[in-house]
């Protein structure tokens, strides 16, 4: 296959070097802006039900038969307990370099595979520009990342799918075991990958079912190798532990809350149909409410699509690319259908807008998939130009491509100059509040009436009425009897 010309080489590296710093500032501000993370409504349980245990493994047996069917959320939590209350300020950075890093890697494997030209850049571009895209689109990207309940539940699995996926295609692309012991043993690891992955929300559970079948229904058409068999099996494994994942969920005793709170479930035809409706719309909101980033951003992987391409050496190739067209916004489409139905089913309602990050997620790289096969298919019509003329072409992509990786900064300076104020003045009434609470606990106070502050991104704060449940949380994790903010 015949990639991008020799001449050209530097002029590409340059323009990755540059959108990659660009990704780097904007999801830097991102990174940065979690360090105003504090406490906030279900943190205040999680860590009181900790202190309530007498270990990780009691704290999550008990989570999961009382509280919440998600079994995989508490032993995160549990962990970054281990770290000290000031240890939730560094998670939201810690999620963005392990997703980037996790789907950087996957993407260089991807890039290294097609034989793309600077397998490690590209694989970092492509990763950067799903995650600060995903990170910006976010429906409320406070409750999603900055907020230690939401994050753990909505924007770990993302993290979870990109390092399983890596897993998968580094297994794929091995030399194979000679030692079935060892393929047994990574075998093992992808599976309790899957199933713990599966325990951190229904929403990224739906998704990735979806997915694994999709991908399994993909290879099975597949010519006959010893490769399409490996991946069949880690296929099938991986899906088989989300169905497991998905019993465990569904059979715990914690879903007796949620009955009563919101009733039976509806008919399964009612939950489909509006699954669909819902996928529609969340669809059409995308591009109505957020045209500018949503364009930017095909646009840009659409000229890494074209720059990266290579002439084909069959002209099934093409039809195949094609082919692909067509096909990736079905998936995607579905896809976030299926991440529709465990909120419809479990609350008749459209998911909560923190609920939606994956989703967000899956429709950014469903996009940006599409674009990148389109100015794969758009470079093999301009090979039929003349040599002068398609080389003016190619470098005028690049230089496009090298603009449009610029977009990240850009955007960055409104996004940030609008919640910096607001973070930085959440945290700070929020230490001044704790360390005057603390000092009256340490006097011996049992009962607390302390300033209100205002919640951020709708995340609730404990107001005056000490019975409603996240004053009791808070009155417990500091040890008080009450404590209220009229």
């Known amino acids: 296959m015949r990639h991008i010309h020799t001449d050209h080489s530097p002029f590409l590296r340059a323009a990755l070097i540059l959108a990659g710093v660009s990704l780097l500032v904007g999801l830097g501000a991102f990174a940065y802006l979690g360090t105003f993370t504090r406490y906030g409504a279900d943190d205040y349980c999680f860590s009181r039900h900790l202190m309530q245990t007498d270990n990780l493994l009691d704290a999550t047996l008990v989570w999961y038969l009382n509280t919440s069917n998600r079994y995989t959320t508490m032993p995160l939590v549990g962990m970054s307990e281990w770290f000290g209350t000031a240890a939730i300020q560094s ?75 890596g897993l998968i295609l580094a297994e794929l692309w091995r030399e194979p075991a000679r030692s079935r012991a060892a393929w047994r043993t990574r075998l093992v690891v992808i599976w309790l990958g899957f199933f713990l992955a599966g325990g951190l929300s229904e929403t990224a559970l739906a998704i990735q079912g979806g997915a694994l079948g999709f991908a399994i229904l993909i290879v099975w058409f597949l010519p006959h190798s010893e490769t399409r068999n490996r991946a069949l099996t880690l296929l ?48 059409r909101d995308t591009f109505t409410s957020l045209p500018t980033p949503t364009f930017i951003s095909m646009l840009t992987v659409g000229l890494l699509g074209y720059v990266l391409s290579s002439e084909p050496e069959a002209r099934s190739s093409w039809k195949t690319l094609a082919l692909f067209l067509i096909v990736v916004p079905v998936m995607m489409y579905l896809l976030i259908f299926f991440s529709m139905t465990p909120s419809m089913y479990g609350q008749r ?126 009155a417990e994790y500091y040890g008080l009897k009450s404590l209220k903010a009229p």
Request: aromatic share 12%.
């Open 91 to 165: 998670l939201p950075v810690l999620a963005i370099v392990a997703w980037v890093g996790s789907l950087s890697w996957t993407m260089a494997q991807l890039a290294r595979k097609l034989k793309f030209p600077h397998p490690w850049l590209v694989g970092f571009v492509l990763a950067g520009l799903i995650a600060f895209f995903s990170i910006l689109e976010a429906p409320n990207r406070y409750q999603s990342l900055y907020w230690r309940s939401g994050m753990v539940t909505y924007f770990t699995p993302l993290i979870a799918f990109s390092l399983l996926a």
């Open 236 to 283: 099938v494994a991986a899906l088989s532990a989300s169905i497991i994942a998905l019993a465990v969920i569904f059979l715990s005793p914690a879903n007796a809350l949620r009955v009563r709170v919101f009733g039976e479930p509806p008919p399964v035809m009612d939950v489909l149909k509006f699954s669909l409706i819902s996928a529609w719309d969340f669809i």
């Open 349 to 474: 309602s459209f998911p909560g807008a923190r609920a939606l990050m994956v989703t967000r997620a899956v429709m950014v790289t469903g996009l940006l998939t599409f674009s990148f096969l389109a100015g794969a298919l758009l470079r093999g019509q301009t090979m039929r130009m003349e040599g002068r003329v398609r080389t003016l072409v190619l470098t005028a992509g690049l230089l496009l491509f090298g603009l449009a990786g610029l977009y990240p900064t850009y955007s960055t300076v409104t996004t940030y100059a609008e919640s910096l104020y607001l973070y930085s003045r959440h945290a700070q009434q929020w230490d001044e509040r704790d360390a005057y609470i603390r000092a009256a606990v340490d006097s011996g106070a049992t009962k607390l009436v302390v300033e209100q502050i205002n919640s951020t991104g709708g995340v609730l704060e404990y107001k005056g009425d000490p019975r409603s449940w996240v004053n009791m949380c808070a």
